[in-house]
C-alpha cells in the first residue's frame, strides 16, 4: 500500500466536477459556440453549499437522506476503483458485485426520494430509471465477469492490472466487446444522451434530471457533486481497459488513466453532439444490445480460455 | 488462431444481433448487407489465398454484398407498404432470442468432437448461431423481405460452417449453391412484387386468406 493507491482517489474527488465542463466544452465547440467555464461544475457546488435548502412539506426523512446518502455510495466506490498495478484502497475479491450494488444503492436512494415528493412527475421518471437500469446492469456484471474469467482474478484491481499488452492482442475482439458494452453502460448510468438528456427540461424525455427536480440548496450540491464522481467512476473502469499501463512507473500510470479518463468525456461530448437521443421505446433495444454484447464478449473469453 | 478470422466471426454475430434488434426494413436490408460482405471477407482473410478461393469470395461479396441488397430495396421500393419490419416477437425478445441462441450454440459445439483443421474455433459455434438465428428471423417476422434476409442469414451460416471446416470443398458445389440463393432471392423477389400488386401488403401471415 502505498501513496499511489490513495491518491487516485484523491484526485477524483477533487478532479471529477471538471468532467461535466469538459463534456460541455466539446459540446460547445462541436455547436461553435463559446461555452461555459470548465470549472462551471465547482462554482455551482460553491453556490449551492452556501444557500439553504427548501423542502416540501409532503416530503419525510427518505428525501432528506438520499442526497447524503447516495454521495456516500458513490465515494466508497471510488474506493474500488484501481489505477493501473496500484490496487485500489479497499481491494478484495468479490468487490466488483460490490461496486455495482453500490451504485444500485445510489439509484435506489434517489428513487424513493422522488416517489417520497409525492409528483407523478418524478414519479415517472423513477419508473423510467428502475426499467433502464434493469437492463443496464446486467451488461455491467457480465462484462466485468468476463475480465473477470480473462485475468483469473475476482476483484477490481485484480482485473484491471491484470489486463495487459498481450491480452489486447490475444484476445482483443473480445475486449473490444466488453468495452463497448461499458461504453454504453456508462451512457446510461450517466444519463448521456442516447439514453436521457442531461440539459432538457422537457417532461416526457427527462429520466436523471426530472429525479432531482425538488432538491436545492446542499443536497442539489451533493447531487451534483455524486454525478460527476459517478462519471469519473464509470470513465475509470473504460480507461483502466483500454490503456494497459502494467509494469510503468506510478506517476505516469496516474498521469495516463486521468488523462484517459478526461479522454472519455471528450468522447462523450462527441457523441452528444453527434448523436440524437432515442426515443424512449428505442433505449431498451440499445441497453439490450449492449448486454447481448457483453454476453458474446464473455462467451468469447471461454472459448478463448479452453 | 487468425485474429482477423476472429473479429470477421465477431462481426457476423454482431450484425445478427443488430438484425434482430433494428425496426426498419431498409437498414435490415443494409445490415445483411455488411454481414454479406464480411461472409466474403472470411474466405479472403482466412490466409492461403487461392485464384478459386478469391474468385469464390469475390463471387460471395457482390452477390450478398451488392445484387441481393438492390434487388430487394427495388422490390421494397416499389411496393407502397409500410417500412417497419413488424415482429411477431418484439425487438428486445428478439435480441434475448438471439443470446440464448448464442450460448445454446456454444453448447453444441463443446458437446461435438473437436473438428481438425478449423480455422478458429469460433467458426462452427458461429456458424450453428447464425443457422438457428437465421431460422428465428423467418418465423418471427411478418413481412416477405425479412423472411428473404433471415433465409440469407442462414445462407451465411452454412458457407461460414463450409469456409471454416473444409476450406477444399470443390468450387462447382460452391457455385451452386450460390445460384441456389440467387435463384430463391429473385423468385422472393418477384414474389414479393406479386403479393404486393395483388393484396397491397407484404404480410405473409395473411397469404392464409388466400381462397380459389
Redesign the interface.
Known amino acids: 500500500m502505498s501513496v499511489w493507491n490513495f491518491s487516485y482517489a484523491a484526485l477524483g474527488l477533487l478532479l471529477a466536477p471538471l468532467l461535466p465542463g469538459i463534456v460541455n466544452r466539446t459540446k460547445a465547440v462541436f455547436a461553435g459556440r463559446h461555452g461555459q467555464p470548465l470549472l462551471q461544475t465547482y462554482y455551482d457546488l460553491a453556490k449551492l453549499l452556501r444557500k439553504g435548502a427548501v423542502y416540501s412539506r409532503t416530503t419525510s426523512w427518505v428525501f432528506r437522506l438520499a442526497p447524503a446518502g447516495g454521495l456516500a455510495c458513490v465515494i466508497a466506490a471510488l474506493l474500488l476503483v484501481p489505477a493501473g498495478d496500484y490496487a485500489a484502497p479497499l481491494a478484495f475479491p468479490g468487490d466488483l458485485i460490490l461496486l455495482a450494488y453500490l451504485l444500485g444503492l445510489m439509484r435506489f436512494m434517489t428513487v424513493c426520494a422522488a416517489l417520497d415528493t409525492g409528483s407523478s412527475f418524478e414519479g415517472m421518471g423513477a419508473s423510467r430509471e428502475v426499467q433502464f437500469s434493469a437492463l443496464t446492469e446486467p451488461a455491467l456484471i457480465l462484462g466485468l465477469a468476463a475480465l473477470a474469467y480473462a485475468t483469473g482474478s475476482f476483484s477490481l484491481s485484480g482485473i484491471f492490472g491484470g489486463v495487459t499488452r498481450p491480452d489486447w ?1 490475444q484476445v ?2 473480445a475486449l473490444v ?1 466488453v468495452a463497448a458494452a461499458l461504453l454504453i453502460v456508462f451512457l446510461a448510468e450517466n444519463s448521456r444522451i442516447p439514453v436521457d438528456d442531461p440539459n432538457t427540461h422537457l417532461e416526457l424525455t427527462m429520466i436523471h434530471e426530472v429525479m432531482i427536480l425538488d432538491y436545492s440548496g446542499p443536497d442539489l450540491a451533493f447531487i451534483l457533486y455524486g454525478a460527476s464522481l459517478k462519471l469519473w467512476l464509470l470513465g475509470a473502469l473504460l480507461a483502466n481497459i483500454f490503456l494497459p499501463l502494467s509494469g510503468r512507473s506510478g506517476p505516469l500510470q496516474i498521469a495516463c488513466l486521468v488523462a484517459g479518463i478526461f479522454v472519455v468525456a471528450v468522447v462523450t461530448g462527441v457523441i452528444e453532439s453527434v448523436m440524437a437521443r432515442l426515443s424512449l421505446l428505442k433505449v ?2 440499445l441497453l ?2 449492449a ?3 457483453s ?2 464478449g464473455f ?2 473469453m ?2 478463448y480460455a ?1 | 488462431m487468425n ?1 482477423w478470422t ?2 470477421m466471426l ?1 462481426v457476423l ?2 450484425t445478427t ?2 438484425l434482430l ?1 433494428s425496426s426498419r426494413l431498409a437498414s435490415c436490408i443494409r445490415i445483411c448487407a455488411i454481414q454479406g460482405v464480411a461472409t466474403g471477407l472470411l474466405g479472403v482473410v482466412g490466409g492461403g489465398l487461392s485464384i478459386r478461393v478469391a474468385a469464390i469470395s469475390l463471387a460471395v461479396i457482390v452477390l450478398k454484398g451488392l445484387a441481393f441488397p438492390w434487388l430487394l430495396s427495388r422490390a421494397l421500393r416499389e411496393s407502397n407498404t409500410s417500412h417497419e419490419v413488424q415482429p411477431f416477437v418484439g ?2 425478445a428478439s ?2 432470442v ?2 440464448v441462441i ?2 445454446l450454440s ?1 453448447w453444441a459445439d463443446s458437446c461435438l468432437p473437436a473438428l481438425s483443421h478449423v480455422a478458429s ?2 467458426v462452427a ?1 458461429v456458424a450453428f448461431a447464425l443457422l438457428i438465428a437465421g431460422l428465428f428471423l423467418i418465423v418471427a417476422r411478418k413481412t416477405a423481405v425479412n423472411q428473404v434476409l433471415g433465409y440469407l442469414v442462414m445462407e451465411n451460416g452454412i458457407y461460414t460452417f463450409g469456409f471454416g471446416v473444409v476450406r477444399e470443398i470443390p468450387a462447382l458445389v460452391e457455385l451452386g449453391v450460390l445460384m441456389d440463393v440467387f435463384v430463391a432471392v429473385f423468385v422472393m423477389g418477384i414474389a414479393i412484387y406479386r403479393i404486393n400488386r395483388t393484396f397491397d401488403h407484404i404480410d405473409s401471415d395473411q397469404l392464409t386468406l388466400l381462397k380459389g
Open positions: 492482442l482483443g475482439p466487446l431498451p433495444q439490450v444490445g448486454a447481448a454484447m454476453v458474446l462467451v468469447l471461454l472459448r479452453l | 485474429a476472429d473479429i465477431v454475430i454482431l444481433f443488430w434488434g425487438y428486445v435480441l434475448l438471439g443470446v448464442l450460448g456454444f474455433r469460433l459455434p
